[in-house]
């Protein structure tokens, strides 16, 4: 295997699944060769953002998520918006240049409510990097519109780009048991296909670590290589580990030794994506300054609010002081970014 590694060459599903058998040690030196090959050079960057959930009310119900409130609870909420406007204000205030912003699939809330939500945030000079796949496909379905359609209004609206939230593990057997009621792993990359061939730059994510194999890790992998082939629009891979708190799921969070291994064969199956960031807000900052040294060369955001992963309890928080820190400490020069990766220096980039 070792020799396969240094041959440098794509790997197929069953060589990947090999790479589970190196020593943590081995498979971290070869990820960051590998990173050092897509980005040379000593910079690790990261975005001033937060992500703003608009609601919490959703149909789908997924068990492994502690955020959601069913339809008719009383806890449930559509984010108003003068406090959507004050969040804005202070995010501005910190510098930010973009929201990450992403909701619950709400039977209550229309096209024209997500056409002016994102127009809202545009006016506020911030980007949008907004929507994650499953909340795609339910709004062009609920207003009988294709994907294309849809993303062509959102783009109009002022969306700049898609989170690639949604993607649990991209296999089916999976998703019928942790999250039914969702689009498929075949409608999440539909949507993707069809932003990225509207020029729509995405991420894309895996959350690991509840009732996947190790081979259908792989899978899930080699599906957003494949897409990459063909389109080139996805900018970073994100992998984190589920967090059992508070869910239906249940069960216990992986540890650090499983997330940097999975981190490290991200880094090198994924050969054609260019980014893979890692998840300090799951990790923890000890966790993420290791990763950096697994094929990471991204820190993710200052994420001035996050409620999702914070739903189950686990709260890691950090500033934007405290990443550059992190970052240095490791060696590395840490630089600002916005949510299509384009680095900036100077006073705040004004996204475009
Ligand atoms: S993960 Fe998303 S789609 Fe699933 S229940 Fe939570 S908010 Fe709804």
């Known amino acids: 295997m070792k020799s396969l590694l240094e041959e440098s060459r794509r790997l197929d599903p069953t060589e990947a699944q090999k790479l589970w058998d190196l020593d943590l040690l081995t498979l971290g030196a070869a990820a960051d060769q590998s990173r050092r090959r897509l980005n040379p050079g000593n910079r690790v960057t990261f975005v001033i953002d937060r992500n703003i959930n608009y609601t919490n009310i959703c149909m789908s119900g997924c068990r492994f998520c502690a955020f959601y409130r069913s339809p008719g609870a009383e806890d449930g909420y ?6 959507l406007a004050a969040k804005l204000t202070e995010l501005k205030a910190h510098g930010g240049s973009g929201v990450l912003l ?3 699939l709400n039977p209550e809330l229309n096209l024209d409510y997500y056409l002016e939500l994102v127009d809202f945030i545009r006016g506020f000079g911030l980007a949008v990097h907004g929507f994650s796949p499953p909340e795609i496909f339910y709004m062009a379905g609920k207003n009988a ?3 294309e359609e849809l993303i062509r209004r959102l783009m109009d609206a002022g ?3 898609i989170p690639g939230g949604g993607a649990e593990i ?3 057997r999976v998703r019928n048991q942790i999250s039914p009621h969702k689009c498929s792993a075949g409608q999440w990359l539909a949507v993707m296909a069809a932003a990225h061939r509207q020029g729509l730059k995405t991420s894309a994510t895996m959350m690991f670590g509840h009732l996947e194999t190790r081979a259908e890790r792989v899978e899930h992998l080699v599906k957003i290589r494949e897409l990459q082939d063909e389109t080139g629009g996805f900018t970073a891979f994100i992998p984190w580990t589920y967090q059992p708190g508070g869910t239906h799921l249940t069960g216990e969070a992986l540890g650090a030794v499983e997330y940097l291994k999975m981190l490290a064969i991200s880094r090198l199956v994924l050969d054609n994506v260019p980014h893979l960031q890692v998840s300090w807000v799951t990790q923890g900052p000890k966790v993420a300054q290791a990763a950096l040294k697994f094929g990471a ?5 200052t994420m001035l609010e996050e409620n999702v992963v914070a739903a189950t309890g686990v709260g890691f928080r950090l500033t934007r002081a405290e990443i550059d820190t992190l970052i240095r400490q490791c060696g590395y020069e840490p630089q600002v970014r916005d949510h299509r990766y384009r680095t900036f220096e100077g006073p705040r980039h004004q996204e475009q």
């Open 102 to 104: 992403q909701g619950g």
């Open 297 to 301: 060369d991204d820190f993710g955001s």
């Open 170 to 172: 991209l296999v089916d």
């Open 159 to 161: 969306l700049g780009s």
């Open 78 to 83: 559509v984010l108003d918006w003068d406090s």
């Open 145 to 147: 519109l294709s994907l």
